[in-house]
């Protein structure tokens, strides 16, 4: 009896679960995004399976530790706005960077063990300092990493904007001096070692249009300023923050604007199968709708980064205003269709949609709100309030289940709102289909 008669009678049987913050980003199907609220954003993945998280305000900033069980606690204080950070691979040595404070790289270690540097001499200033560069200032720092498997620093920044012209740099700290690796960029941000080639995300200073330059020392002398050594990878990006590149060469780039929808966005290069040095084409919203993407962080198993139940990753997204991440998840294909009129004295079919043979279920609740469920993902529907979840057939050869729901005279339920989501079941792991709002027409 699939029909919104049937739901009406089983009122009784309808059981409450506990509202949670529902994010906004909209992901491609195949994945799940569900909002993890913290303290703050992820800065810095650890060692031990905790993370350094990012919190306190512009001018007061502080790094709280998540520690593998969960728990958070306070790391370090007295920042002004933090900027990187990155550990070496052969000293362990940890460097932060701060683009709003007396000294622009700090130096923490923790001497006591007691998982925080928050004693005295635990917080000291990199023995390098940046250089100065040819408009008489040294750069602000951005973003940081150590080129994998040696303890060389590469810092990504640009001069302060008051200061003119605005010259963006990345700065290499090796055997204890600074030197400028590349040059000619406008806000150079994040930085990405692929192999033996640096991408930066950069934004021109004056038009803001973004790019993602690769790096290269062709020549072997310790920089890539010279001719031939930096290219454009992608250019004529809405703008360019954070960038992450997947085991496929996909490089994942946050900071993107839709100026239609005034939201930001993660955009995907893809990767460069031609070789000829470029992206083969640019998806600039590959996740969309949040307020303004920032800091990125992947995972990858197997599977890597890619959709379906196939994939084995996680894309963490950091967004301005939020105190916590999004975390885009590989997931089963799950979709959400509607066909018919939703009115009184009319018929409607919902179908789930996803890979032939997965099983499939669709809810239908009057709370719009939604929830988040840990370790799942966001839910478009919520539980507070009347709901009905159904278990359908099995996708057939085609990859649908549907349902048809049979509204006849139901004056009383005219002008009522409802959701309706279908997921799918599939290797042990559920996909989200899109969420429906829907309401009662006469």
Not at 65 to 83: E, K, M, Y
Request: hydrophobic share 45%; charged share 15%.
């Amino acid at each position: 009896m699939s029909s919104f008669v049937f739901a009406r009678r089983c009122l009784s049987l309808f059981v409450l679960a506990p509202a949670a913050l529902a994010g906004t980003l909209v992901v491609p199907h195949g994945f799940n995004v569900e909002t993890h609220a913290d303290v703050g954003p992820l800065m810095l993945p650890l060692p031990d399976g905790g993370a350094l998280l990012s919190t306190g305000s512009f001018g007061a900033a502080g790094i709280s530790r998540r520690l593998p069980d969960g728990s958070v606690i306070p790391f370090a204080t007295g920042f002004g706005s933090l900027a990187g950070a990155a550990i070496s691979p052969v000293t362990g040595q940890l460097v932060v960077g701060d683009s709003f404070g007396p000294v622009a790289l700090h130096v923490l270690t923790d001497t006591n063990g007691d998982l925080d540097c928050l004693d005295a001499g635990e917080d000291m200033p990199h023995p390098v300092a940046l250089p100065v560069l040819p408009n008489g200032v040294a750069p602000l720092p951005f973003e940081m990493i150590f080129k994998p498997g040696t303890d060389e620093l590469f810092v990504s920044g640009s001069t302060p904007f008051s200061v003119s012209p605005v010259l963006g740099v990345v700065v290499k700290i090796a055997g204890g001096t600074a030197s400028v690796f590349a040059e000619g960029l406008g806000f150079a941000a994040g930085i990405q070692w692929s192999g033996d080639t640096l991408y930066v995300a950069d934004v021109d200073a004056l038009s803001f249009v973004g790019r993602v330059v690769r790096l290269t020392d062709g020549n072997a002398d310790g920089d890539a300023v010279d001719a031939g050594e930096a290219s454009d990878f992608a250019s004529g990006l809405s703008g360019g923050s954070d960038l992450v590149i997947a085991a496929d060469g996909s490089v994942y780039v946050s900071g993107l604007f839709d100026l239609g929808s005034f939201t930001g966005s993660v955009g995907r290069l893809l990767p460069d199968a031609d070789h000829d040095g470029t992206s083969d084409g640019v998806d600039e919203g590959f996740i969309h709708g949040a307020e303004f993407t920032a800091g990125l962080s992947l995972s990858e198993g197997p599977g890597g980064l890619q959709p379906g139940v196939a994939g084995d990753a996680t894309l963490i997204v950091g967004d301005f205003g939020f105190d916590g991440d999004l975390f885009v998840r590989t997931a089963p294909f799950a979709g959400t269709e509607l066909s018919g009129t939703v009115a009184n004295n009319h018929k409607f079919t919902l179908t789930v949609t996803g890979e032939p043979g997965a099983g499939a279920l669709l809810v239908m609740s009057l709370d719009l709100q939604g929830i988040t469920i840990a370790g799942i993902g966001d839910l478009g529907v919520g539980f507070t309030a009347p709901h009905l979840v159904l278990a359908l057939a099995p996708l057939d050869a085609g990859g649908a289940s549907a349902t048809s729901i049979v509204l006849h005279g139901m004056d009383g339920l005219v002008g009522t709102a409802f959701a309706a989501q279908g997921f799918t079941l599939q290797g042990g792991e559920v996909g989200i289909g899109d969420a429906l709002s829907l309401v009662i027409a006469p």
